[in-house]
Structures are given as structure tokens and as C-alpha cells.
């Protein structure tokens, strides 16, 4: 079975960057539509940002639009989000979650997160203002 694996979550002060990694061990990523979430304390879990299992699409939420970037890196089995002016709303744990099923040159870029499959432990971003 797939497991993914985040990392890259810190503390970091307002306005300052990161960038989160979602990884998988013995699973090809391109084999899947990747996306990621968030979820803060009291709150739903929500969609941020979203790639094609084709790599051509990305969507991101409105929120976070322009600050945010998903990208895959192919030949590292990985899929970033780099994460640009940080903001206090922004802290949450972040999760990263695989779409099965996709065919190859797909270019759907899913937002809900009933269609994922595979959902990694999260890492924890915390935002200071």
C-alpha cells in the first residue's frame, strides 16, 4: 500500500517560507494525482493545492494563491509546496494525499479530498505573527 510521507513543517515567523515534501517509498508519485491539505485546531479539513498525475495542471485555493506553488520533481519522487509570505492563518497541519486511478496524461487536479486514496501523517506548520 502507498505510504506517503511530509516533511519540511517548522515554525517560522509571519511572512517567512517553507517548503513542504511529500514523499513515497517502493510507489512511482506520477502514478497518482497528489494534492494537499490543511487542517488548523477546531477547524475542517481543507483543500490547498492540487497536481495532475500529468503534472500540467495545478490548482491552488484562493487563500493561498500566489503564495503557494506545487510542483513535482520526477526524478525524486517527490511533490513540494512551497509556501512564500506565511501568515498566522496559515498554521495547521499539512497533509499531502494521493489520487489512484488517474490515467497517465490525465490532467485533472482534484479538490475534494473523498477522491484521494492515500493520505500521508501530516507535518505540523506553525506561523508566529
Known amino acids: 500500500q502507498l505510504q506517503l510521507v511530509e516533511s519540511g513543517g517548522g515554525l517560522v515567523q509571519h511572512g517567512g517560507s517553507l517548503r513542504l515534501s511529500c514523499t513515497a517509498s517502493?510507489?512511482?508519485?506520477?502514478?497518482?494525482?497528489i494534492g494537499w491539505f490543511r487542517q488548523a485546531p477546531g477547524k475542517e479539513r481543507e483543500w490547498v493545492s492540487c497536481i495532475s498525475r500529468s503534472g500540467r495542471t495545478t490548482n491552488s485555493a484562493d487563500s493561498v494563491n500566489v503564495r503557494f506553488t506545487i510542483s513535482r520533481d520526477n526524478a525524486k519522487n517527490t511533490v513540494y509546496l512551497q509556501m512564500n509570505s506565511l501568515k498566522p492563518e496559515d498554521t495547521a497541519v499539512y497533509f499531502c494525499a494521493a489520487a489512484a486511478g488517474l490515467s497517465p496524461l490525465s490532467n485533472t487536479c482534484l479538490r475534494r479530498d473523498d477522491l484521494y486514496n492515500y493520505w500521508g501523517q501530516g507535518t505540523q506548520v506553525t506561523v508566529s505573527s
Open positions: 517502493r510507489f512511482t508519485l506520477t502514478n497518482y494525482g
